[in-house]
């Protein structure tokens, strides 16, 4: 297995490199000029020049794109165009942040998830399963945002159930996640019971499950542990892979909650076209990815014991 | 009990309560702050740089105007807008030769408390201080956004600046004096400027002028930019950018409220605090809250004093009786007070003079301008929150059309049609589609084009448009890449020359004149007028230089913005101010319900 784990690794470095070209050139080339975005109206060519210089965008291609290499390579990433802050602070506070936003309901809508679309799949055919099918399919026709906008109007404003906006750092920051959670919960609830769903009837229709019924084996030992563990790598690669984006957390739900976390930071780069954070978090995020693609690999060995990592 | 039963009654509570709370919006509500007034108030971005030389936005002028000090400010309440002392303890002097000022520090001006300096005590501010700051603001390795303000300014002072980028940060101020910034004692300096120009004395007031500390520099580092020393009205006691920035009341600030307002500011209760020492506030709050609505739910709630009216939340918030006077609707109206200010903007349409269809044919230009109906526009696009524009100046500042006779283009299809034909394109036959540049690609922009589009075609004249990021639109422009494009600008200082100054030939690209016009007459009238003193000999030239722009149509003039701000009745001296984003020093709170102090 570590051999395994060595090669898909070395694999990965060709990948992160495409990644890290194709986002500089991207930047470079066709992106918005943050010398002219942070000057605006009152540029001079004086100004621009001093401004290039300092970025060093007045070097050439070869020569930003090997720096940009070098701090990717040395974790020392440099600082944010826009407040001059160190990259490495502004993402390593970003990310706790973004995580204490998403990794609770991410847990929490797994169990809730795999709970209800079991009870489904339990149900399959019944009243219950056309029900849910309506519920889940309209939950998951109504737009992110409009369940942002109802919910902040609903529940913290007329009903002053959570606060409208804010956060604190520590455990502090509790009250103002409360609300952000359930919406997550709730949005995420729609499109992955959904997918549960289909796993779980897919493996109720499977042979060793007609099996486990001859052998006379009750429907709760079929369902969780027959039905369960075999669903379990499709389950596995959708939410082992979607872990790196965690770290983005929200982007949505961290403007309009006020949460100041890594995609609130992405969205604002992006407005103000601060470069620096834009290409390094995203070839940050394209290496948690690969990485994250191996760690599923190796759980799918657990998870499945005729899969063989070699 | 069947938990079926429970749930259900658990959804029905839930729904009424819900049903309840949608009535009508609540009480805002007073939070107790146990004695102190803090004042809260929304930042819509976050800042870039809290060293006053190495910011230009607003969102960090909101708070370094409030923790340093400018050597002049504008005064509070009168209008026109108007320069006063700040650090300085009288308007600066001319002396004989017209281009040298006395400047006189105000004495006793201490900096805040900081470890920077000797046993923590913040020293009394004098001239070198003064020096130093000018300096500091002119060095290229520090100030790479705003020297625009000064440049060309002060005598001697562009050299310097020239020293600071041959020399890097290595450089010792000490070693290269300024040829325009002599020291005469402790407290006062002469300032030779390059020429007879009173317009030099407005960026004294701007905000990367502030005056610091060498000590604290020299101490923090770079990371002055984090840890302001001045010795403004308030000292940062919270830096979170990402969350609340915190300021607290610097006991020891000089500044007091204006004692004279203008007519009509006392029944305002704009002078209840008249010659207080300022601040009258202990704390601001400074949330940040990018999107709208929470930032209005929050304001309804009363966790906010203050907040802009954005369009939505003025369609629903704001209505305008038959006089033109804006009014909070109900139930607002008996919750919050607003005010309406003129924005010293000037929004426009410019045509390229170099460009072979537009450039070239004054009678087509005319068409578009008499084509194009600007009242509806205001009407419909902006609800009202605009004024239309007769000359290229804001109505609040001297030398607009409220001080001169202009007659400008007036929405008139038959007009327009018939310069069509003069242009050579009768009812538009053989004229190409015009294509218009924006500096924006938001929705608000697409949809103003569609506006225009269609008042243009029905005239005859098709437009096709092309929406940019605005750093990629003010290169098209550099480069003389586009045909007519959506512009406009925001005073930099409250004169009518920094408006004149957009269509002054010499200002082609990259400077401000994006459409390179040019007009020997006009010129020659703005080289004459740039430094005149405001009255009736200025306003006449201005009148000729309207009446070019008029007559030549290198734009097509639309529309000033108008402001709304909407706050708390427990908030006192609210009044829009154009010059100062974040006038937080003259804001008073009233405690309790009972109104009291």
């Given amino acids: ?310 | 009990m069947d938990w079926r039963a429970g749930v259900a009654r658990w959804f029905v509570g839930l729904a009424l309560a819900t049903i309840a709370g949608c009535a009508g919006p609540g009480e805002p509500r007073t939070p107790d702050d146990g004695g102190l007034k803090i004042l809260r108030i929304a930042r819509r971005n976050e800042h870039k740089s809290l060293d006053p030389a190495g910011q230009f936005d607003s969102a960090s002028a909101q708070i370094v105007a409030n923790v340093y000090d400018t050597l002049l400010e504008y005064d509070y309440l009168k209008r026109p807008y108007q320069l006063v002392p700040g650090l300085l303890e009288r308007m600066p002097e001319k002396q004989e030769d017209g281009v040298t000022y006395l400047f006189t520090l105000r004495r006793g001006v201490r900096f805040i408390d900081d470890e920077a300096f000797t046993n923590g005590v913040g020293r009394e501010v004098g001239v070198d201080d003064v020096i130093y700051s000018i300096k500091r603001f002119a060095d290229a390795n520090i100030n790479v956004k705003s020297y625009i303000l000064m440049q060309g300014v002060i005598a001697g002072l562009d050299e310097f600046r020239q020293k600071t980028r041959t020399l890097g940060r290595a450089i010792d101020y000490d070693a290269h004096d300024v040829e325009g910034l002599r020291r005469l004692d402790e407290y006062r300096m002469l300032v030779q400027f390059t020429g007879e120009n009173p317009l030099a004395l407005y960026p004294l007031a701007a905000s990367p002028m502030s005056i610091v500390a060498r000590e604290a520099v020299e101490f923090y580092g770079d990371a002055i930019a984090q840890h302001p020393v001045g010795t403004g009205p308030f000292l940062l006691r919270t830096n979170d950018r990402r969350g609340t920035m915190v300021l607290a009341k610097n006991p020891n600030y000089h500044g007091r409220y204006p004692r004279q307002g203008e007519s009509g500011d006392a029944d305002r209760r704009l002078l209840v605090d008249a010659g207080k020492q300022l601040p009258l506030i202990d704390e601001v709050h400074l949330p940040l809250i990018e999107e709208s609505q929470p930032a209005m739910l929050r304001f309804r709630k009363g966790e906010l004093d203050l907040h802009t009216v954005d369009r939505d939340n003025f369609i629903k918030m704001v209505h305008r009786d038959e006089g033109g006077r804006f009014h909070l609707k109900s139930p607002y109206s008996e919750q919050f007070l607003m005010f309406a200010e003129e924005a010293l903007t000037c929004e426009y349409i410019a045509f390229n003079m170099n460009d072979p269809l537009v450039g070239q044919n004054r009678a087509l230009r005319q068409a578009i301008a008499y084509a194009l109906d600007v009242d509806a526009f205001i009407e419909v696009m902006l609800n009202g929150r605009a004024e239309r524009l007769a000359t290229i100046v804001p109505h609040p500042i001297a030398g607009s059309e409220r001080d001169i006779a202009i007659e400008y283009y007036t929405y008139d299809p038959a007009k327009a049609k018939a310069k069509l034909a003069e242009a050579g394109f009768p009812e538009g036959v053989g004229l190409p589609p015009i294509q218009f540049d924006f500096r924006s690609t938001a929705k608000e922009a697409r949809q103003g084009f569609e506006y225009v589009r269609h008042e243009l075609a029905m005239v005859g004249i098709k437009a096709v448009a092309r929406f940019h990021t605005f750093s990629a639109y003010l290169q098209r422009i550099e480069s003389g890449n586009f045909q007519v494009g959506n512009s406009g600008w925001f005073a930099d200082y409250p004169d009518a020359e920094n408006f004149y100054q957009l269509l002054y030939g010499k200002n082609r690209p990259p400077g401000p004149n994006m459409g390179a016009f040019s007009h020997p007459e006009y010129d020659r009238l703005y080289e004459e007028t740039r430094f005149m003193p405001n009255g009736p000999e200025r306003f006449a030239l201005f009148e000729r230089m309207a009446m070019i722009v008029r007559d030549e149509a290198p734009v097509v003039l639309r529309f000033n913005r108008l402001d709304f701000g909407i706050y708390q009745k427990r908030l006192r001296n609210v009044t829009g101010h154009m010059m100062n984003d974040a006038p937080y020093k003259f804001f008073n709170l009233d405690l309790g319900e009972s109104g009291q102090e």
């Fill in chain 1, 1 to 310: 297995m570590i051999a395994y784990i060595a090669r898909r690794l070395l694999q990965s470095i060709p990948i992160v490199f495409g990644v890290a070209l194709l986002v500089f050139l991207l930047f470079s080339t066709v992106g918005e000029d943050p010398v002219r975005a942070a000057l605006g109206s009152h540029a001079t060519q004086e100004s621009i020049d001093d401004l290039r210089q300092r970025w060093g965008l007045d070097q050439p291609l070869p020569v930003q794109f090997a720096d940009f290499l070098r701090q990717i390579a040395t974790l020392d990433l440099g600082e944010s165009y826009n407040s001059g802050e160190r990259l490495t602070k502004i993402f390593r506070r970003g990310a706790m942040v973004s995580l204490s936003l998403t990794v609770p309901p991410f847990i929490i809508g797994i169990l809730v998830n795999i709970s209800i679309a079991l009870l489904i799949a339990y149900f399959r055919g019944s009243w219950f399963d056309h029900l849910a099918t309506v519920v889940f399919v309209g939950s998951m026709s109504v737009s992110y945002l409009v369940y942002i906008i109802t919910f902040q109007y609903v529940f913290a404003f007329q009903l002053d159930w959570f606060p409208i906006s804010g956060y604190e750092r520590g455990p502090a920051s509790l009250p103002y996640l409360v609300l952000p959670w359930i919406i997550i919960v709730v949005v995420s609830a729609g499109p992955d019971i959904r997918v549960l769903r289909t796993v779980f009837l897919e493996e109720t229709r499977a042979d060793y499950v007609r099996t486990a019924h001859a052998k006379g084996a009750s429907e709760r030992v079929i369902l969780f542990r027959h039905i369960l563990r075999n669903a379990m790598i499709p389950i596995l690669t959708q939410w082992v892979t979607s872990v790196p984006f965690l770290l983005l957390g929200a982007f949505l739900m961290e403007r309009f909650f006020s949460i100041p976390g890594l995609g609130d930071t992405l969205i604002n780069a992006i407005h103000t076209g601060d470069r620096p954070i834009l290409m390094s978090l995203t070839v940050l995020i394209a290496i948690a990815y690969s990485l994250f693609n191996l760690l599923t690999d190796v759980l799918y060995a657990y998870a499945d014991p005729r899969v063989k990592l070699s």
